[in-house]
């Protein structure tokens, strides 16, 4: 199976991401499974955004003072102004969801009961452990 058919799944066999969920799962399992995978897809446009952060002050200290051109600079302010806010809100959307799917394993361990080891089972079965 090549990968593109694992990611977005065939007619006969679903997605990579739901191959694992199972429709007996409680609905707050199957919502923080799916945030997990949003917060990884996160993760990774935020380390995309520290990239162009480090080209943009590459390009800056380029332009500016090692005697490349005024326009190479200004656009390494730019570039860079542009991806701080990116990482800024990247990273206020990580937490933020991080937060949530926590508060989602704590809601769905009271209501099991608080039974000993529920937490890293969750944890883990979400690929935070």
């Given at each position: ?110 209501s099991r009961g ?16």
């Amino acid at each position: 199976m090549r990968l593109s058919e694992a990611l977005r799944g065939t007619a006969d066999q679903p997605s990579l991401y739901r191959r694992a969920w199972r429709e007996t799962d409680n609905p707050i399992v199957i919502e923080a499974r799916a945030q997990t995978l949003a917060i990884q897809r996160l993760q990774i446009w935020l380390r995309l955004a520290y990239s162009a952060l480090a080209l943009a002050a590459l390009l800056g200290y380029w332009g500016f003072a090692e005697g490349g051109s005024k326009a190479a600079g200004i656009a390494g302010v730019v570039l860079g102004a542009f991806a701080l806010v990116c990482v800024f809100v990247l990273r206020t959307g990580i937490a933020h969801g991080r937060a949530n799917v926590n508060a989602m394993l704590q809601t769905l361990e009271g209501s099991r009961g608080g039974h000993a080891g529920s937490s890293e089972d969750n944890s883990t079965s979400l690929g935070q452990g």
